[in-house]
């Protein structure tokens, strides 16, 4: 099982180790967000807040030697705030950009479902297109350039639900859950400890990510395990259970983060168990219940893994 | 639309709908009832949103609400599904109340313990919890001089006796539930006081040596019923507890909620209690079958009863 | 605004009315259980003596009895679409706060919870809780989440009289015409000096007085209504 | 009287409906009618407990009698809180209507309908012949509701009154030795005392609800005969139209419209329903003599019934007629009823035994699963696209294994030794997989067994499988061969 390919993935298991250093109790959350990062994709996560989602970022920025900024979205923030503007300089009398926050390699983009579809667009196309246009001009983003996006669960009024076309865009969708109680009383006590606002920690890089995510990209595919993630997606289409199946962008990116998680366990190919181990942060926001469903009370997780015990594991 | 042609057009619809409402439901026209639905309340919608006249707007809700009722009639939980019910649900219900369970068992067997010792060590004690008449019949009814002298009970006193442990029995397991509305006051009176005769009836009947009477006649039913008194007390003190403290939700909303997750143990209750009633009447009065039997088969119920009971655990996690 | 309406919306986005019943009515119909419940006891102790009151019918009698006290309600009301007889007669029906019929369930629990309704004598218990609550339950309907509905019949609009529809001079909100076009359906019920008087109310719309306000305001109300 | 500020919905309802809107009525304003009543009673009714002291039940009866009068005034404060006026207690009694009392508590004393008639007094202040024909158009429907509501008050107002009878008795210390019945099992003065005094709270506390229910039902034929809704959205249209005419003289209209306002709600109470009385009258009279009114009647009677044609022979089917002369014949029905009771049990056992075997019957094949915990699904037979039924494996697995590696078909060898793993495990261990397992789940399936030797075989050889057919990496011939030698000790028919 352990054929290293390079470096790499001791370099991510370092950058794992500083990440759960800091973030206490949420390995798995943190491996997701690895593992969206290899897939060279942005991840929403839905969670009270609270929970160390900017803490995550600022690791992780340091870990990969990279910049990072923070949105906080409200229901007035305009376009403009997130991309950035145009000004007119009185002292140069000429026209000025200024870059909005998108300008950097991670984007923390607090409770992107607080503001109006506009901005939240705006954002959204950055994602897609990793570049901004400002006055006729098109000026690319960082590189690397990810997006976490977070929502809030509880709170839903005043909230703008994302556009279902939009969610698309996200590569995986994190649930982020209280942490098990006794990583709870050791986040109590080091923070209880340390000075207001932590110490920003380690901030040697760790990883190249390009490079990593070059690795990714070459993770080796048996023609089984993709019709196998194919097949996953494709009964998300017919069930009754579903108003609304995932699209064919589900199976590229399901694959993509199974290699990603791949190479994150230091494996050079990818297994059915990777495809499967993955179907639910990548699918869980692209298929929309079917209204009795929703009345029943159950949710998108349950019915997602009803739906995979109905696919067969792939044949040899 | 004017109102006008609105109401040319759709009446006659309305009306054969109204005539269909009144006649008795047909097996299963689910699906037609679902398009009337789907129809009726378009049009209740059409009306209100365009303020038609208040008679016509009344006569759609009226219409629009039969065609509900009728609709959900189908997801009525009168079709029971027997097997899951007493495979899961009821033994479940019991698991999901396992602490009121405990404290019904206690309020109900405490007292029990406590007057069945007294009464046993000391001739008395009786007196002060019965009245003098209710002990003299007790003791005549259990006398195993009397028992020798007469005969097998007749079948006709069976069925009376049947039809007294239904009334009797069975009402009181529905007013120790009833009691839970009495902030559990009631529950708790209901168990203490019953345990407490129980508990005395049985310790003077064995300091009288009526020990081959006594117990292989209620060693049998005792199992269900005395089980499914526990229960309704249970029950009973979920209600009340509901009542007092009703965690993160109001206290009507806390109420109505515990009254639906008793339901299971209410229907698991009664059977219990028709089958108590049903062993008392035939099984445990008959004296023709020899006191070792009705042990043996007394023992083999409680066993039987109380795995039963106690196995909703695995359910849980589901 | 007082009212006894009980308003939920249903799947389908609508909001449903539904008219709460107090106790009066509630009494009545109880009443009419209650008689109605009389006569099967006496009829089935009557036809039971013969049996042995201490024996057979005897038996039987206590089974009827036990059946009659704690299910009847229940009977009815599941199968009987939420009626007994006497709810029936009185055009009154048990039903779920979410408007759906009531299930064994919520029956079962809204019927053995009588015992404490009934505390500390026939029911005061519930009288004073059916008071106490906008939508009149008492303590079963609490605990089992029903209420009592009416479902009578309701009214028909009145037929219309052969009136030349007359468009309107000034446009109206849909409010306006609507009570326009209730005085028009309604002016049967409606005495003549009443009828004068409302349309006096509107002259400044009909630029008419009296008998001719009153017809123009009719009229008015058959454009509204469609009525060409 | 101003519409516009009209506290209950005006609309038509039925006549419980509108019974039921009147408790609404009293539970809204509860207090104000309640105190408003007990001002009402507490100065005479002390007075008359003075006096009556050895007999308080005089005293209760003549409070009784007296109702008509004291109902007066939390009718007076209704009608100013419908309209959401604010109508002090003390104010209000200090206008208290006195009018046309007496035959109110004479001879009309005895009317079944008088919360429904009262507001004709009290509000309208109709007397004679006036009253008599406002009355025929308001008891043109409703006045069985009216009876109801009479019959069901005074019902509560018993009720009421032994309940808090029972109550004052019930949590009355018996240390303090009072005795409510004395020897002869009647009631001592105390007790007495004790009913007169609950007799009053009953009286006062039923009160406003049977006042509002009888107002209500008043209200409501009143909407139904003046259409008061139609009146308040005409008012608010003619408002608006005026509005839009033109600005000032909006104005202008308003503050008229507040001065009418004003002038229309005088303090008195005989103006609170009817602003203008005066033309009331005359209304009335025509209101009578038009067609529509006072002058229809339904009169029903009873009356015997026709008997001789209704006899109906064919009632009874013969055959019932028959089996009972045979069994009168037959059973003796004055002493011998052992035999149909013996009869009915064994019927009601073999009822009770057909039952559980019908329920063992039907639920036959879930039962039948009930020992082993849970239901044990049908080994599959085809996993992974690979056949794991024992009937496709050669006899010597390992030896056909290590054969087809030496052939060079390293993925059909190890393919074979994977699917004989999996059909050893599935037939031997009764390990359930499902085909939508992937291996590792299958692999932590097998560790589940509790079988470590077992269990960290079966994870080598997956890595191993895994490896050749998504990795296609071909793994040493040892490997194989160890594999082989595991297979023969974990798995074989020979093993453990």
Same mark, same amino acid.
């Given at each position: 099982m352990n054929d290293s390919t390079s470096t790499t993935p001791a370099a991510l298991n370092a950058l794992r180790d500083h990440i759960n250093s800091r973030l206490i109790g949420q390995s798995q959350v943190v491996d997701q967000v690895l593992i969206a990062m290899l897939a060279g994709g942005h991840v929403l996560i839905e969670g009270v807040p609270g929970l160390g989602k900017t803490l995550l970022v600022q690791a992780m920025a340091a870990g990969i030697g990279g910049k990072f900024k923070r949105i906080q979205f409200t229901p007035d923030l305009m376009p403009g705030d997130v991309t950035g503007h145009v000004m007119f300089d009185m002292s140069q009398s000429k026209f000025v950009l200024k870059q909005g926050p998108v300008f950097t390699n991670l984007l923390l983009a607090d409770e992107i479902n607080r503001a109006p579809a506009k901005t939240q667009a705006a954002l959204l196309e950055v994602m897609q297109e990793r570049q901004v246009t400002l006055d006729g001009k098109s000026m690319k983003v960082g590189k690397p350039f990810m997006v976490l996006a977070t929502q809030n669960p509880i709170e839903q009024e005043g909230t703008y639900a994302l556009p279902e076309a939009e969610l698309d865009r996200f590569i995986l969708k994190i649930n982020i859950d209280y942490p098990q109680a006794q990583d709870e009383v050791l986040i109590a006590t080091r923070y209880a400890l340390e000075a207001f606002g932590g110490d920003p920690g380690d901030t040697r890089q760790l990883i190249d990510v390009e490079a990593a995510q070059q690795q990714c990209a070459a993770i080796e595919v048996d023609d089984r395990v993709a019709e196998y993630a194919v097949e996953l997606v494709r009964a998300t289409r017919g069930s009754t259970l579903l108003r609304h199946g995932a699209g064919p962008r589900a199976s590229i990116a399901l694959l993509r983060c199974a290699k990603a998680l791949a190479l994150l366990n230091g494996v050079s190919f990818i297994t059915p168990d990777d495809v499967k181990a993955m179907v639910l942060p990548v699918l869980r926001h692209r298929v929309i219940l079917a209204p009795e469903v929703e009345i029943d009370g159950l949710g998108v997780d349950q019915v997602l893994a009803n739906l995979l015990e109905k696919v067969d594991a792939p044949r040899s | 639309m004017k109102q006008h042609s609105f109401v040319q057009q759709h009446g006659p619809t309305w009306q054969r709908i109204e005539d269909s409402l009144a006649k008795p439901a047909q097996a299963d026209n689910s699906k037609v009832l679902a398009e009337h639905y789907l129809l009726l309340c378009q049009h209740l919608a059409i009306a209100k949103e365009r303020l038609y006249d208040a008679a016509l707007v009344e006569r759609l809700n009226n219409l629009v609400l039969a065609l509900y009722r009728e609709l959900y009639r189908y997801r009525s939980e009168t079709r029971l599904n027997f097997y899951a019910f007493f495979k899961r649900d009821f033994p479940l219900a019991i698991y999901r109340h396992r602490y009121y369970v405990l404290l019904a068992f206690l309020v109900f067997v405490m007292p029990g313990l406590i007057a069945g010792a007294w009464t046993y060590f000391d001739e008395e004690a009786v007196y002060s919890i019965l009245d003098a008449p209710e002990v003299r019949q007790v003791e005549r009814m259990y006398d195993p001089d009397a028992r020798k002298l007469g005969r097998e009970r007749e079948a006709d006193t069976d069925i009376f006796m049947f039809g007294f442990y239904i009334k009797n029995n069975i009402s009181v397991a529905f007013r120790c539930f009833a009691g839970g509305m009495l902030v559990g006051i009631g529950t708790l009176l209901v168990l203490f006081f019953n345990g407490l005769f129980i508990g005395s009836i049985a310790g003077h009947l064995t300091r009288l040596e009526y020990v081959d009477t006594f117990y292989p006649f209620v060693v049998g039913h005792g199992s269900f019923e005395l089980t499914a008194i526990v229960f309704s007390g249970a029950a009973g003190l979920r209600l009340g507890f509901a009542i007092i403290n009703p965690g993160q939700f109001s206290r009507l909303d806390s109420l109505r909620q515990a009254g639906r997750d008793v339901v299971p143990m209410l229907y698991g209750i009664v059977l219990m209690l028709v089958i108590a009633a049903f062993l008392e009447a035939f099984w445990s009065s008959s004296t023709s079958l020899s006191i070792e039997i009705k042990y043996a088969v007394g023992a083999l119920l409680w066993v039987l009863v109380l795995l039963y009971s106690f196995s909703g655990r695995r359910y849980e996690s589901r | 605004m007082l009212d006894t309406r009980y308003r939920v919306e249903i799947p389908g986005g609508i909001n449903l009315d539904a008219q709460v019943v107090g106790p009066i009515p509630r009494f009545f119909a109880f009443a009419i259980d209650l008689a109605f419940r009389g006569v099967i006891v006496f009829v089935l102790s009557m036809a039971s003596i013969p049996f042995g009151a201490f024996g057979l019918g005897g038996g039987f009698f206590l089974i009827f009895l036990f059946a009659i006290e704690w299910l009847y309600p229940v009977l009815f009301e599941v199968f009987w679409r939420g009626q007994t007889p006497g709810k029936k007669a009185l055009g009154i029906s048990v039903i779920n706060d979410d408007l759906t019929p009531v299930t064994l369930g919520t029956s079962l629990v809204r019927n053995l919870l009588r015992t404490v309704d009934f505390l500390p004598l026939f029911y005061l218990a519930g009288l004073i809780t059916m008071l106490s609550n906008r939508r009149f339950q008492r303590l079963g309907d609490l605990a089992a989440g029903t209420l009592v509905i009416s479902v009578g019949e309701s009214n028909r609009p009145a037929p219309q009289r052969d009136l030349v529809p007359l468009a309107p001079s000034t446009p109206l909100l849909r409010t306006e015409q609507s009570s326009i076009i209730d005085f028009l359906q309604r002016s049967q019920q409606l005495s003549e000096p009443r009828q004068r008087e409302l349309a006096s109310i509107l002259e400044g719309i009909t630029h008419e007085k009296d008998d001719n306000g009153v017809l123009q305001l009719q009229r008015l109300g058959a454009w509204f209504l469609g009525l060409r | 009287m101003n519409l516009d500020k009209l506290q209950i919905n005006a609309c038509i309802r039925s006549g419980w409906q509108s019974v039921d809107l009147g408790f609404l009525m009293a539970r809204a304003w509860f207090r104000p009618l309640y105190f408003a009543g007990l001002l009402a009673m507490l100065p005479l009714s002390a007075v008359l407990l003075l006096v009556f002291w050895k007999s308080p039940f005089w005293a209760l009866a003549i409070i009784w009698w007296l109702k008509p009068f004291w109902e007066r005034l939390p009718l007076f404060i209704a009608s100013r809180k419908l309209f959401d006026e604010e109508a002090g207690a003390w104010s209000s009694f200090r206008s208290f209507p006195l009018k046309d009392i007496l035959p109110w508590l004479l001879w009309r004393r005895f009317s079944v309908q008088r919360a429904f008639d009262n507001p004709v007094t009290v509000l309208e202040d109709l007397r004679g012949g006036q009253r008599r024909q406002r009355l025929r158009v308001l008891h043109g429907k409703y006045s069985d509701v009216a009876l109801g509501n009479q019959f069901v008050c005074f019902c509560f107002e018993l009720l009421v009154c032994f309940g808090i009878a029972l109550m004052i008795d019930f949590f009355t210390p018996e240390s303090l030795g009072l005795e409510v019945y004395d020897k002869f099992d009647d009631l001592t003065l105390l007790g007495e005392w004790m009913f007169t005094l609950s007799g009053f709270m009953a009286m006062s506390l039923t009160m406003p609800f049977h006042c509002m229910a009888g107002f209500a039902l008043y209200l409501n034929r009143r909407i139904e005969l003046e259409a008061w809704d139609i009146e308040i959205s005409f008012r608010s249209l003619a408002n608006r139209k005026r509005a839009s005419e033109s600005q000032a003289a909006g104005l202008l209209a308003s503050l008229m419209l507040a001065v009418i306002v004003c002038l229309a709600v005088p303090g008195s109470a005989d103006a609170a329903i009817d602003h203008d009385r005066d033309s009331a009258a005359g209304l009335i009279e025509e209101v009578l003599q038009s067609e529509d009114f006072g002058q229809e009647r339904t009169l029903r009677k009873w009356r015997f019934k026709d008997w001789s044609e209704e006899v109906d022979e064919e009632a009874f089917p013969e055959w019932l007629i028959e089996f009972l002369e045979w069994w009168e014949e037959n059973v &003796?029905?004055?002493? &011998?009823?052992s035999g149909t009771a013996f009869l009915l049990k064994i019927v009601l056992v073999i009822l009770f035994l057909g039952l559980v075997t019908y329920l063992l019957i039907r639920y036959r094949g879930p039962l039948s699963r009930l020992g082993s915990g849970r239901p044990r699904e049908k080994a599959p037979a085809v996993l992974f696209g690979l056949d794991v039924t024992p009937q496709s494996l050669p006899p010597d697995v390992p030896a056909q294994v290590m054969r087809l590696w030496d052939e060079g078909g390293y993925r059909e060898a190890l393919s074979l030794l994977y699917r004989a793993s999996l059909s050893r495990l599935i037939d031997k261990y009764e390990i359930a997989f499902r085909a939508s397992h992937t291996e590792a789940e299958c692999a932590a399936l097998v560790k589940a067994r509790g079988i470590e030797s077992l269990s960290d075989y079966f994870w080598q050889l997956t890595a191993v499988w895994r490896q050749l057919a998504y990795g296609h990496r071909v793994p040493a011939g040892e490997i194989i061969q160890d594999l082989c030698q595991g297979w023969t000790t974990e798995l074989s028919d020979e093993s453990k």
């Amino acid at each position: 099982m352990n054929d290293s390919t390079s470096t790499t993935p001791a370099a991510l298991n370092a950058l794992r180790d500083h990440i759960n250093s800091r973030l206490i109790g949420q390995s798995q959350v943190v491996d997701q967000v690895l593992i969206a990062m290899l897939a060279g994709g942005h991840v929403l996560i839905e969670g009270v807040p609270g929970l160390g989602k900017t803490l995550l970022v600022q690791a992780m920025a340091a870990g990969i030697g990279g910049k990072f900024k923070r949105i906080q979205f409200t229901p007035d923030l305009m376009p403009g705030d997130v991309t950035g503007h145009v000004m007119f300089d009185m002292s140069q009398s000429k026209f000025v950009l200024k870059q909005g926050p998108v300008f950097t390699n991670l984007l923390l983009a607090d409770e992107i479902n607080r503001a109006p579809a506009k901005t939240q667009a705006a954002l959204l196309e950055v994602m897609q297109e990793r570049q901004v246009t400002l006055d006729g001009k098109s000026m690319k983003v960082g590189k690397p350039f990810m997006v976490l996006a977070t929502q809030n669960p509880i709170e839903q009024e005043g909230t703008y639900a994302l556009p279902e076309a939009e969610l698309d865009r996200f590569i995986l969708k994190i649930n982020i859950d209280y942490p098990q109680a006794q990583d709870e009383v050791l986040i109590a006590t080091r923070y209880a400890l340390e000075a207001f606002g932590g110490d920003p920690g380690d901030t040697r890089q760790l990883i190249d990510v390009e490079a990593a995510q070059q690795q990714c990209a070459a993770i080796e595919v048996d023609d089984r395990v993709a019709e196998y993630a194919v097949e996953l997606v494709r009964a998300t289409r017919g069930s009754t259970l579903l108003r609304h199946g995932a699209g064919p962008r589900a199976s590229i990116a399901l694959l993509r983060c199974a290699k990603a998680l791949a190479l994150l366990n230091g494996v050079s190919f990818i297994t059915p168990d990777d495809v499967k181990a993955m179907v639910l942060p990548v699918l869980r926001h692209r298929v929309i219940l079917a209204p009795e469903v929703e009345i029943d009370g159950l949710g998108v997780d349950q019915v997602l893994a009803n739906l995979l015990e109905k696919v067969d594991a792939p044949r040899s | 639309m004017k109102q006008h042609s609105f109401v040319q057009q759709h009446g006659p619809t309305w009306q054969r709908i109204e005539d269909s409402l009144a006649k008795p439901a047909q097996a299963d026209n689910s699906k037609v009832l679902a398009e009337h639905y789907l129809l009726l309340c378009q049009h209740l919608a059409i009306a209100k949103e365009r303020l038609y006249d208040a008679a016509l707007v009344e006569r759609l809700n009226n219409l629009v609400l039969a065609l509900y009722r009728e609709l959900y009639r189908y997801r009525s939980e009168t079709r029971l599904n027997f097997y899951a019910f007493f495979k899961r649900d009821f033994p479940l219900a019991i698991y999901r109340h396992r602490y009121y369970v405990l404290l019904a068992f206690l309020v109900f067997v405490m007292p029990g313990l406590i007057a069945g010792a007294w009464t046993y060590f000391d001739e008395e004690a009786v007196y002060s919890i019965l009245d003098a008449p209710e002990v003299r019949q007790v003791e005549r009814m259990y006398d195993p001089d009397a028992r020798k002298l007469g005969r097998e009970r007749e079948a006709d006193t069976d069925i009376f006796m049947f039809g007294f442990y239904i009334k009797n029995n069975i009402s009181v397991a529905f007013r120790c539930f009833a009691g839970g509305m009495l902030v559990g006051i009631g529950t708790l009176l209901v168990l203490f006081f019953n345990g407490l005769f129980i508990g005395s009836i049985a310790g003077h009947l064995t300091r009288l040596e009526y020990v081959d009477t006594f117990y292989p006649f209620v060693v049998g039913h005792g199992s269900f019923e005395l089980t499914a008194i526990v229960f309704s007390g249970a029950a009973g003190l979920r209600l009340g507890f509901a009542i007092i403290n009703p965690g993160q939700f109001s206290r009507l909303d806390s109420l109505r909620q515990a009254g639906r997750d008793v339901v299971p143990m209410l229907y698991g209750i009664v059977l219990m209690l028709v089958i108590a009633a049903f062993l008392e009447a035939f099984w445990s009065s008959s004296t023709s079958l020899s006191i070792e039997i009705k042990y043996a088969v007394g023992a083999l119920l409680w066993v039987l009863v109380l795995l039963y009971s106690f196995s909703g655990r695995r359910y849980e996690s589901r | 605004m007082l009212d006894t309406r009980y308003r939920v919306e249903i799947p389908g986005g609508i909001n449903l009315d539904a008219q709460v019943v107090g106790p009066i009515p509630r009494f009545f119909a109880f009443a009419i259980d209650l008689a109605f419940r009389g006569v099967i006891v006496f009829v089935l102790s009557m036809a039971s003596i013969p049996f042995g009151a201490f024996g057979l019918g005897g038996g039987f009698f206590l089974i009827f009895l036990f059946a009659i006290e704690w299910l009847y309600p229940v009977l009815f009301e599941v199968f009987w679409r939420g009626q007994t007889p006497g709810k029936k007669a009185l055009g009154i029906s048990v039903i779920n706060d979410d408007l759906t019929p009531v299930t064994l369930g919520t029956s079962l629990v809204r019927n053995l919870l009588r015992t404490v309704d009934f505390l500390p004598l026939f029911y005061l218990a519930g009288l004073i809780t059916m008071l106490s609550n906008r939508r009149f339950q008492r303590l079963g309907d609490l605990a089992a989440g029903t209420l009592v509905i009416s479902v009578g019949e309701s009214n028909r609009p009145a037929p219309q009289r052969d009136l030349v529809p007359l468009a309107p001079s000034t446009p109206l909100l849909r409010t306006e015409q609507s009570s326009i076009i209730d005085f028009l359906q309604r002016s049967q019920q409606l005495s003549e000096p009443r009828q004068r008087e409302l349309a006096s109310i509107l002259e400044g719309i009909t630029h008419e007085k009296d008998d001719n306000g009153v017809l123009q305001l009719q009229r008015l109300g058959a454009w509204f209504l469609g009525l060409r | 009287m101003n519409l516009d500020k009209l506290q209950i919905n005006a609309c038509i309802r039925s006549g419980w409906q509108s019974v039921d809107l009147g408790f609404l009525m009293a539970r809204a304003w509860f207090r104000p009618l309640y105190f408003a009543g007990l001002l009402a009673m507490l100065p005479l009714s002390a007075v008359l407990l003075l006096v009556f002291w050895k007999s308080p039940f005089w005293a209760l009866a003549i409070i009784w009698w007296l109702k008509p009068f004291w109902e007066r005034l939390p009718l007076f404060i209704a009608s100013r809180k419908l309209f959401d006026e604010e109508a002090g207690a003390w104010s209000s009694f200090r206008s208290f209507p006195l009018k046309d009392i007496l035959p109110w508590l004479l001879w009309r004393r005895f009317s079944v309908q008088r919360a429904f008639d009262n507001p004709v007094t009290v509000l309208e202040d109709l007397r004679g012949g006036q009253r008599r024909q406002r009355l025929r158009v308001l008891h043109g429907k409703y006045s069985d509701v009216a009876l109801g509501n009479q019959f069901v008050c005074f019902c509560f107002e018993l009720l009421v009154c032994f309940g808090i009878a029972l109550m004052i008795d019930f949590f009355t210390p018996e240390s303090l030795g009072l005795e409510v019945y004395d020897k002869f099992d009647d009631l001592t003065l105390l007790g007495e005392w004790m009913f007169t005094l609950s007799g009053f709270m009953a009286m006062s506390l039923t009160m406003p609800f049977h006042c509002m229910a009888g107002f209500a039902l008043y209200l409501n034929r009143r909407i139904e005969l003046e259409a008061w809704d139609i009146e308040i959205s005409f008012r608010s249209l003619a408002n608006r139209k005026r509005a839009s005419e033109s600005q000032a003289a909006g104005l202008l209209a308003s503050l008229m419209l507040a001065v009418i306002v004003c002038l229309a709600v005088p303090g008195s109470a005989d103006a609170a329903i009817d602003h203008d009385r005066d033309s009331a009258a005359g209304l009335i009279e025509e209101v009578l003599q038009s067609e529509d009114f006072g002058q229809e009647r339904t009169l029903r009677k009873w009356r015997f019934k026709d008997w001789s044609e209704e006899v109906d022979e064919e009632a009874f089917p013969e055959w019932l007629i028959e089996f009972l002369e045979w069994w009168e014949e037959n059973v &003796d029905w004055s002493t &011998d009823f052992s035999g149909t009771a013996f009869l009915l049990k064994i019927v009601l056992v073999i009822l009770f035994l057909g039952l559980v075997t019908y329920l063992l019957i039907r639920y036959r094949g879930p039962l039948s699963r009930l020992g082993s915990g849970r239901p044990r699904e049908k080994a599959p037979a085809v996993l992974f696209g690979l056949d794991v039924t024992p009937q496709s494996l050669p006899p010597d697995v390992p030896a056909q294994v290590m054969r087809l590696w030496d052939e060079g078909g390293y993925r059909e060898a190890l393919s074979l030794l994977y699917r004989a793993s999996l059909s050893r495990l599935i037939d031997k261990y009764e390990i359930a997989f499902r085909a939508s397992h992937t291996e590792a789940e299958c692999a932590a399936l097998v560790k589940a067994r509790g079988i470590e030797s077992l269990s960290d075989y079966f994870w080598q050889l997956t890595a191993v499988w895994r490896q050749l057919a998504y990795g296609h990496r071909v793994p040493a011939g040892e490997i194989i061969q160890d594999l082989c030698q595991g297979w023969t000790t974990e798995l074989s028919d020979e093993s453990k």
